[in-house]
């Protein structure tokens, strides 16, 4: 018999991370081909980009908006914060009966519920690397082991959780859908703006991202210095992104003083400028499994990457898929760009087509079966 579900997506954060993209699209996806009922809560005015979809309810937690949105500030403010959400969660609860809460970002909140309505299912999907010191320990045996499930989107995340937490309930890897159609559309939009266009008609690397310690761009910057002036005309680097590193990496462009880096800042559509460019790097010191290579590697770019846990260590081969370099070691990616520069590396179109077979796993259409397959 077919059951209507109704789901409760709950993912607290203060700007618009990955993670809040693939909220998105996991809930489209149960909504288009599972036809639940998708509630998002909206802590922050996370999702406040979404109000006037009519595929989703608006569930609005806090109405302030003037949040620190970077730095230590904003993860106090995101952890306090949301203990106060917890009252009016169980109002929402208690006005449409959800029966499941799909939590992406600070789990340990809905699982509260879990105490006084054991009939709610929850399930926690691990959108990061945990690092269990010893509080995060306490928190997750006190408040993750009571989640019906938990998702992980590496086999590495699920082993390394199930060596710290006392969980004897269901644990499973489940790919973020992050590739759909629109993404296919959006990256054939044209880039407005004449001087950015200007930058593609060189060979041009691109990266995207937060600009955060975790994301390491200050490695590209590093190689790029490393690389011998004579190569600087034939190829531009752009990074697209906003973060509390903005001045470091600015700084250091100026101190190398580098004309081919470009910091284009946050881009409402950063796939038109992924379908421009020739490569895409990451720098990162460790992803999970990292959408932005998953949608390079879905818009045919060669993927050029750190050998960093998780994602990469699991889903990347070195000259299989991809073309990957020793993490912290930016001469080593300096040599990945000037033989790509010197078209040393001839196998560029297969590692392109080994990569998009390993994308199509993170579809909208095979997530919602998994998710149909494990709730029921």
């Known amino acids: 018999m ?11 954060m203060l700007s618009h991370v990955g993670t809040i993209n693939a909220v998105e699209k996991s809930a489209y996806a149960l909504k288009k081909y599972l036809n639940y009922d998708i509630y998002l809560i909206n802590v922050f005015g996370e999702f406040d980009y979404l109000q006037k979809n009519n595929n989703f309810n608006i569930l609005n937690i806090f109405t302030s908006r003037n949040w620190p949105k970077t730095g230590l500030l904003s993860k106090l403010t995101i952890y306090f914060f949301t203990i106060f959400s917890i009252l009016k969660l169980n109002y929402y609860y208690k006005l449409h009966k959800p029966d499941l809460i799909l939590s992406n970002l600070v789990g340990y909140l809905p699982s509260v519920l879990k105490f006084f309505y054991p009939s709610l299912i929850v399930a926690n999907s691990i959108q990061g ?8 320990k306490i928190l997750w045996n006190i408040f993750y082991t009571k989640a019906d499930y938990i998702f992980t ?19 499973f890897k489940v790919d973020n859908p992050v590739i759909s159609r629109q993404l296919r559309k959006l990256s054939m939009e044209n880039i407005d703006n004449f001087d950015e266009k200007k930058i593609f008609e060189k060979i041009t690397f691109c990266a995207v991202g937060r600009l ?59 796939y038109s400028y992924m379908k421009q460019s020739n490569y895409f790097i990451s720098s990162s010191l460790w992803e999970e499994p990292g959408h932005a290579v998953l949608e390079a590697g879905y818009l045919n770019k060669l993927i050029i990457s750190s050998d960093c846990p998780n994602g ?9 898929n991809s073309i990957k370099y020793e993490l912290n070691n930016y001469k080593g990616l300096s040599k990945v760009i000037i033989k790509l520069l010197n078209n040393e590396i001839k196998n560029q179109f297969q590692l392109k087509v080994n990569m998009k077979k390993i994308v199509k796993n993170y579809s909208m259409i095979k997530f919602s079966k998994k998710i149909q397959n494990i709730i029921n």
């Open 312 to 320: 990469p260590k699991e889903i990347l081969v070195n000259n299989f």
């Open 2 to 12: 077919y059951i209507k579900r109704k789901v409760f997506f709950w993912s607290p």
């Open 153 to 171: 989107m590496t086999d590495i995340t699920k082993k390394n959780i199930l060596k710290n937490i006392s969980y004897k309930k269901k644990i």
């Open 212 to 270: 955060t310690r975790q994301k390491n761009f200050s490695e590209i910057i590093r190689a790029v210095n490393n690389i011998p002036k004579q190569f600087h005309s034939k190829f531009n680097v752009i990074i697209i992104g906003t973060g509390e590193d903005y001045k470091n990496i600015k700084n250091l462009i100026l101190k190398y003083k580098l004309n081919n880096i470009y910091l284009l800042g946050f881009k409402k559509n950063p």
């Open 129 to 136: 690397l945990p690092k269990f010191n010893i509080f995060r």
